[in-house]
């Protein structure tokens, strides 16, 4: 093993790389990579999502929160002075 490793799990990992045909290992990392990407896009869009979601339980919140304050607003007896 070389001096340049200093972790063991990565020289088992060269190695295994290193058995393979490159052109096998080139297609093989850049499927990986390629999961891994739409993974992480997915994650996102997900993320994304459930941003948006929240904003708009949000404004209906507000929107709701307005109402119910309009109604109790004109519910109240004036008060004659």
């Known amino acids: 093993m070389s001096e340049n490793y200093t972790n063991p799990f990565n020289y088992v990992i060269d190695s295994f790389w290193a058995s393979l045909p490159e052109k096998t290992a080139d297609e093989l990392a850049t499927f990986k990579k390629d999961v891994l990407t739409g ?3 997915g994650v996102n869009w997900l993320i994304d999502e459930q941003i948006k979601c929240t904003d708009q339980h949000i404004e209906n919140a507000r929107r709701m929160r307005d109402q119910y304050r309009q109604e109790k607003a004109n ?4 008060n004659p002075a």
Request: glycine content about 0%; overall charge negative.
């Open 39 to 41: 993974f992480r896009d």
């Open 75 to 78: 519910e109240a007896p004036s």
